[in-house]
């Protein structure tokens, strides 16, 4: 079979097995957050911190909730880093650089796990279990409550609650990420991936000198690294390493799993509002966008320009032979399109064109199929635009889903599109700018543009992959990267919690002749037009000069 054939067969097999959860899997994240009793554990959770389950909260309270949990998270998980000498199972690695330590405690509470440190030299197991795999679990979870507060936006009518954040905190943790990745750890287990408490194991070289492979518990943080659309490795090499994703069979349920979330979402939606075929366009959306840039990065890699790899045949620096470039863009297709990170080979090594095909996926907003909670509300927020530039077109207020988008959701909406391309310009042609920026750059020219465009991308996405060529340790990187992360995740969030509270405000209007229709190929022929129409106004300018010269040349 040649690697064409193989990859045909893997994009078959992830295909049917998303479409065969995608109903049972839709359906139960649709009951989880409907439903009106509450498990017995969460009942002593809420006893414990006080909280009641069946408040309401208006859509600033609602906020205030995500904002203070994911403050107090950042100074936790920071505080556990510098403590690490004192930690159990630190096996002599000293406290975190507190730079290194302020930007992974940003960048994995916004579950974006931008990684500026060597994983299995600098974390100790405790700081690694008891740190960032909690907030592996913690940050999903933040996403998939915020999503279904929009959700009930739409939704409900004449009223200023959205639902309590702690019930949706508590209930997307416990009952949905948590058995999952215990049962898919399981799995990874069995498909060879270590889990181990030791620090490594002894080996001697062929010359005869003693060296030591890292261990870690390796599985465990495997299953919601990608379930919840984390990324961060445990391994320097991410899934590429052998320990973390050591055959096929591993590679394509690591990617599964990153993808299944976030695609059942779609049909959580179309139940929740009453009307299944409204998450079926947004999910043709998300799938004709995926396969289109999968297309191409594919293409790109099997038909390189450069001299190299015209000789080799084939774009293989950077790719393990054991998946080879097939699976390789399969993957940082997948880990782009959602806000996941993980990879199982080196973007930086990719071809102009095929490094571009990831970038423009994460430029594009990451909604094809986006992260946990995240690319279901990002989707939402560009329907809203959709529908206000189709009511300019005909001259009408513009409605979606019996709610009129006046002046206040537009803005809302806006200002949750804008966030991302505001930090990601300003962040990279800030970094530009220096004297200094060269000298972190694994490459000059266009290649090297397209590292720190990547990299304040990947940032205010909170996808966390890289060009790997930049070093970016020093104090302007690790301040402005953790910043972007930040804003990226936080003003989306503000603003779709207001947009949500706004439209929970409003009645539903009943439709009309004149009322554009979002359940056909219309409105979703609008609505991916507009993700891309975004995403060409705003950065065509600096891929021109990236990933389009390089591809040329």
């Known amino acids: 079979m040649t690697d064409f054939e193989a990859g045909l067969a893997q994009v078959g097999i992830l295909l049917v097995t998303l479409a065969l959860v995608y109903r049972p899997l839709g359906d139960y994240l649709a009951h989880v957050f409907t439903s009106e009793k509450d498990l017995k554990v969460e009942r002593g959770l809420y006893r414990l911190f006080r909280v009641d389950p069946k408040s309401g909260q208006r859509w600033v309270t609602y906020a205030q909730g995500v904002l203070g949990f994911s403050l107090v998270s950042i100074v936790v998980l920071y505080l556990l880093q510098r403590l690490q000498p004192f930690l159990p199972l630190n096996f002599g690695r000293g406290a975190v650089d507190p730079g290194v330590a302020f930007n992974t405690a940003v960048s994995f509470v916004t579950n974006t796990n931008w990684q500026s440190y060597v994983p299995e030299t600098t974390m100790g197991h405790v700081v690694q279990m008891a740190g960032l795999t909690v907030q592996n679990f913690l940050s999903a979870g933040v996403g998939l409550a915020v999503a279904m507060a929009l959700v009930r936006g739409f939704v409900r009518s004449r009223t200023d609650r959205l639902g309590n954040f702690w019930v949706d905190l508590t209930r997307g943790t416990i009952r949905v990420l948590l058995p999952m990745s215990f049962v898919f750890a399981i799995v990874l287990i069995a ?61 394509l349920l690591e990617i599964f799993l990153l993808l299944c979330i976030p695609v059942s979402l779609t049909r959580t ?11 079926y366009v947004l999910l043709s959306v998300m799938g004709v966008l995926w396969a289109g840039v ?7 890699e099997a038909h390189p320009n450069g001299p190299a790899a015209l000789l080799a045949g084939a774009g293989m620096e950077g790719k393990e032979q054991r998946f080879g470039i097939s699976a390789s863009s399969l993957f940082a297709t997948s880990t782009t399109g959602t806000s996941t990170g993980a990879v199982n080979s080196m973007h930086d090594s990719f071809s102009g064109l095929g490094g571009g095909g990831p970038l423009l996926n994460i430029l594009l907003g990451e909604v094809s199929p986006g992260g946990v909670g995240t690319g279901l509300y990002g989707i939402l927020v560009l329907a809203v635009i959709a529908m206000f530039l189709a009511g300019l077109m005909v001259g009408r207020t513009p409605e979606y889903l019996g709610k009129k988008l006046g002046r206040r959701e537009v803005t809302a909406a806006a200002v949750s ?38 990299a304040y991308a990947s940032a205010g996405n909170n996808n966390g992959s890289a060009f790997a060529g930049i070093t970016a340790t020093s104090p302007w990187f690790q ?75």
Request: a positive charge; charged letters at 10%.
């Open 191 to 251: 498909l060879g991936v270590t889990q181990s408490l030791h620090q490594g194991v002894a080996v001697t070289n062929p010359g005869g000198s003693r060296s030591t492979i890292a261990l870690a518990p390796t599985a465990s943080q495997e299953a919601i690294k990608e379930l919840g659309t984390n990324g961060g490795g445990i391994y320097n090499a991410n899934s590429a390493h052998p320990f973390e994703n050591p055959n096929s069979w591993s590679d």
């Open 269 to 279: 939606f179309g139940k929740m509002v009453g009307n299944r075929r409204q998450g």
């Open 294 to 300: 999968l297309a191409v990065t594919w293409w790109a």
């Open 417 to 454: 599109m804008l966030a991302m391309p505001t930090v990601v310009l300003l962040g990279a042609g800030l970094a530009l700018t220096f004297k200094s920026t060269p000298g972190y750059l694994g490459n000059n020219g266009g290649h090297g543009l397209s590292e720190v465009l990547y």
């Open 479 to 553: 301040s402005s990267l953790a910043v972007a992360m930040a804003i990226g995740r936080f003003v989306p969030i503000l603003a779709t919690l207001c947009l949500a509270g706004s439209l929970a405000g409003q009645k539903k209007v009943p439709e009309t002749a004149g009322t554009l229709p979002t359940t056909g190929p219309l409105f979703a022929s609008m609505l991916g037009g507009t993700v891309v129409l975004v995403a060409a106004l705003t950065f065509i300018p600096a891929l021109a000069l990236g990933p389009i010269a390089e591809a040329l040349a």
